[in-house]
C-alpha cells in the first residue's frame, strides 16, 4: 500500500512539472511570436520579402496552437504602428493565400474591433482599422465591391440629421484618409462606384458650414500660406491624387512582390457593418486647421518640398505626427526616430519636422501634450543633427516673428514661452541686434510685446542682472524692471500715510514671532475710512487700512523668496481670512499684492494661485478684480491672462473633482444595494461592506456640494465675459464718439483673448451656452464680439 501510494503521489508531482513546463513553453512560443510579428519590416539583413515569407511560414505551423493570439496581436500592431499597415496586410494576404479560414477569421476579428472602436469612440483606433480593412483589398483578402459597400455606408453617416457636424466630418474623414492606400485598386476595378462616393462626398463638403474655421486658424491672415481647414485640404490632395490616377510616391507596398501568390487566393466579403447611432454623451474630434509655414522656396538646394496639395505632404506630416505619438515621453528617442525618417532622402526633413513640430505646438484649442514636451525634443533635434536643425529652427522663429502681428493669442502665448525657454538652453545666444526697428514701434504692436514677454519670461529662467546684460542697448526700454517689491510704507512720504506706525509695530512684532490673535492687536485701533462721515457702520463691509498696512507689511517681509511668501500666508492664514470676509475685501487684498508685487509678475502669479487654494479669496473675486478699471491698462501683458486662466482652472478642477467623488459614491452605494440580499454566513464581510458604503444622505450631501460648485463656475464666466463685453463695448463707444479708428492694438488683443477664454475652456463653457447666449451675447452686441461666440458654438455643433 505504502509503495503504491509513492508511486501515485510520484507519478502526480510529474504530471504537474510536465503541465509547469509545457505552459513555460507555450508562453516562450507566444513571447517569440508577438516578438517576430512586432518587429517585421524593422532593418534587417534580409530583405523584407524574404522576411515576410518566412514569417508567414512559422504562423501558419502555430496557427492551430495559438490562433487567437496571432489574430489580436496582428490587429493590435496595424493599429498601434499605421506607418507598417502595409507590412501587415501584406502578411494577412500571405497567411489568406495558405490558409482560407483564417483569413476569414481575420476579417471577422478586424472588423469587430472596428466596430468595438466605434462604439467606444476610439476614433483613432478606428481610422487605422479602416485603413487596415482598405489595404486587405490590395492583398486580395478582400473583394472591392464589398469595401466600396463600407465606405458607401460611412458617407451615408455624414448625410444623417439632427446629429453634430463634428460626427458627420469623423466619417467623411476617415473615407478620405483611407483613399490613398486603396484608390489606385478601386479606380482600377470599381470605377464608376468610386466616382460615385467622391461625388456624394463633395455634395456634403460644399454644403457644409464652416463658422469655426477663423477661431482655429494660427495666423488670421492667409497670406503667404493657406490656412486651409482639414477636411477642405485633404479633398485637394485626395483631387489631386485622382488626377495623377492615384499613384503616389510614399506608401511601400510589399504585397507587390507577392502579386502572383496573392492573386491566386480566395477572397473574402465584408459583413454588414453599420455604425452605432449618435448619443447626448458621445464625444467627437474636434475639427483643425492645417498649419503652413513653409514652401519649397523656403528650403535650399536639395529635396523638393511636397506641395501644399500633393498626398504626399499628407502621407508624411501624419507619419511624423505617429512618431510623435509614439515616443513624446522619451524626448531622446523621439528626436532620434524623427531624424531616422525612412524617406528622409526624398524629402527636406528638417523643415518637415519643425514644420510637424510648431503645427503640434500651435494646435488649437490645446496642444497634445504639454508645451514643454515640444520644446525638449527641440533642444534634441539641435543636438542630434547640429549642421542643420538649429538653422531650420533659427529661420522658422525669424518666419513666425515677421507673421506674428496677425497670430492668434494663444499661439502668441505658446511661441513666448518655448522661444524663452529654448534659448535658455543655449546661453541666450540670439541675433536680438536684427529686431531693433522694434523700438519705434507702438509698445502694444505684437512685435515689442513679443521681445517684451520673451524677456519676461527669460527672467523667470534667469536673473535681471543677466537678462539686462544679453539685451543691446537699443533694446534697453524692453527690459523688465528689477523685481522687487514696491512696500509703500518705507517709501518717501511714507510719514503721512494713514496706517505707516501700525504698520511699523506689525514688522516688529511679526519678527518677533507673534501669533496671528497678537498680529491681529496691533490692526485693532486703525480706523476705517470708509466709515468717515457715514452714521451707519454697516455700510463698511470691510476695512481697506486694516487690509493695507497687513498685506503690504506681511508680504513685504516675506519678499525674500517664494517659500518665504508663502510661510508668511500659512502662518497668517487666520488673520487673512478675517479680514477678507467679503468679495469687496478680497479683491482689495488683490489689489494690494498687485500693488506690492506689480514689478514681479512670476510673484504676482504664485501669490494669487497661493490665496486661491487657502481660500483667503474666491475665483470670481480674483476675476472681477482682473477686470477692474485700474487694471485695463495691463490687457496686453501675458501674465494677466495667466492669472485669469489658472482661476478658471481651478475653478474647473474643483467641479470635476466633486463629479467624480459624486460619481463614485453613488457606484458603491448601488454595488452595496445589488448584493445586500447576501447570505447568513457572509454577515461578517456584509459589515465591513455596510461600514464602507456611503450612506443616502451623504450622497445628497455631495449633490448639494457639486450643484453648488456648478452655480459657482456658472458665476465665474458669466462675471469674465460680462466684463469682457463691457469693457469691449466702452472702448467701442468712445471711438466712436472721438471719431477715432476703434480697431487699436489694446482692442485686437482683448477681443483675442475673449477667444482665447473660449477656446482654452470649451469643454466648461459648453454647458453653459445657452445662458450665454440668453443673458449676454444678444443680437444688439457688437459683431465683432458675436462673431467669437458663434465660432465657438460651432465648434462642436
Known sequence: MNRRRAHEEDDGYERLHRKRRRVSENQEIEDRLESLILRVGEKSSSSLESNLEGLASVLEADLSTFRVKILRILTECAIRMPEKCTIYATLVGLLNAKNYNFGGEFVDYIVKTFKENLKTGKWNAARYCLRFISDLVNCHVLAASSLLTLLETLVDCANEDSVPQVRRDWFVFAVLATLPWVGRELYEKKESQLDHLLVTIEVFLNKRSKKHWPALKVWSVDSPHLQEEYLDCLWAQIRKLRQDNWSEKH?????????????????HTLPAIQPPPHNDGDTYPMPRVIFRMFDYTDCPD??????????????????????????????????????CFPYKAKIPLEYCIVEVMFAELFNLPAPRYLEICYGSIFIELCKLQPSTMPQVLAQATEILFMRIDSMNIACFDRLVNWFAYHISNFQYRWSWEEWESCAQLDPDHPKP?????????????????????????????????KPEPIYKYSMEGAASLPGTEAAHQLVVCVRNKCSPEEALNVLRELPNPLREGDANPAHAAYNPLKIDVFVQTLLNLGSKSISHSFAAISKFHYVFKILAESEEAQIYILRNVWELWQRHNQMLCVLVDKMLKTQIVECSAVATWLFSKEMAPYFTQGYLWEILHLTI?????????????????????????SSSSESEDESGSKKKKDHDKPTEEAVERMEERLEMAHTDQKRLFLIVFQRFIMILSEHLVRADTDARDPHTHWYKTTLARLRQVFLLHHEQVQKYSSTLETLLFTQDLDPHILDVFHQFVALTA
Open 302 to 339: 536639395g529635396p523638393v518640398l511636397p506641395g501644399a496639395h500633393s498626398i504626399e505632404r499628407f502621407l508624411i506630416e501624419e507619419h511624423l505626427h505617429n512618431i510623435i505619438e509614439a515616443y513624446h515621453l522619451e524626448r531622446k528617442e523621439c528626436a532620434a526616430q524623427l531624424l
Open 251 to 267: 506608401i511601400p507596398r510589399p504585397y507587390l512582390a507577392f502579386d502572383s501568390i496573392l492573386c491566386e487566393a480566395l477572397q
Open 649 to 673: 482652472d481651478k475653478m474647473n478642477k474643483h467641479v470635476t473633482k466633486l463629479s467624480k467623488e459624486l460619481q463614485e459614491a453613488r457606484e458603491a452605494l448601488a454595488r452595496a444595494d
Open 449 to 481: 510685446r513679443f521681445i517684451r514677454e520673451v524677456l519676461g519670461k527669460c527672467l523667470r529662467l534667469s536673473y535681471h542682472q543677466r537678462i539686462k546684460d544679453m539685451t543691446p542697448e537699443s533694446l534697453a526700454a524692453f527690459v523688465p524692471l
